[in-house]
């Protein structure tokens, strides 16, 4: 994703420094520009195993279930980033 923005033309950090969380988690990345309305974009990422005994039921009657999920999650735990002005943008993929 920062390789994509980077050569998009929108510098930006890896694990960035003193966001938000105070457990010490931290976003996967942030442009260091403005991305949309004066605000910058955070975003983490995560991959997920559909077949993983915590996600094979459902996606099996469900497809995109675990990813839908993921994201679900990312947004709530990162919600402090939206309320602080950032753009928040989970990234759920299968593998």
Do not use: C
Not at 55 to 75: F, Q, W
């Amino acid at each position: 994703i920062k390789r994509a923005l980077t050569s998009a033309g929108h510098p930006s950090t890896l694990e960035p420094v003193g966001l938000t969380q105070t457990d010490g988690k931290r976003a996967d990345g942030v442009t260091m520009t403005p991305w949309s309305k004066g605000s910058s974009l955070a975003w983490d990422a995560t991959a997920l195993d559909r077949l993983a005994p915590s996600n094979i039921e459902r996606s099996a009657t469900n497809p995109g279930h675990a990813v839908k999920s993921a994201e679900d999650k990312k947004t709530d735990k990162y919600s402090e980033l939206t309320r602080r002005g950032y753009i928040f943008q989970p990234v759920a993929y299968e593998v």
